[in-house]
């Protein structure tokens, strides 16, 4: 089982793989999030954990960009018989605000990014 999360500073996003579907699941806390993911993991027993990874276009480092990558050691630390792997997020917030557009509700954007990138990292594993 399969869990994403699209990780910011103040709130995460979380989506959840079941029988090849994705569904997004909760808008958490930041400091929430650990505990959060600890529920997950053993109710929907999740092998794989899927962080955005925030580059830019042009594949430059940026601030968020490091910071998600030090959560990510953080989360290998914390869960360390959980994979742990990133994928590219520079498309899914376009796509989400294509989707939220064509459903007329902006405020799913984030909830329908986090299964973008989770449906993303899905896909590249084919």
Known sequence: MYLSIDLWDKRCWIAIEQAGIVFPKEI?????LLQTLKKYISEYKITIIVVWLPYDLY???????????????YLQ?????????????????FAA??????????????????????????????
């Open 59 to 73: 594949w430059k480092n940026h601030k968020q960009l490091q910071k998600t990558q030090e959560y990510i050691k």
């Open 97 to 126: 605000d294509e989707i939220s557009l064509e459903m007329w509700d902006n405020s799913k954007r984030d909830d329908i990014a986090a299964a973008l990138i989770l449906e993303t990292y899905l896909e590249q594993k084919k």
């Open 28 to 32: 958490v806390l930041r400091p929430k």
């Open 77 to 93: 630390s914390q869960f360390p018989s959980i994979n742990i792997e990133w994928c590219d997020e520079r498309f899914t917030s």
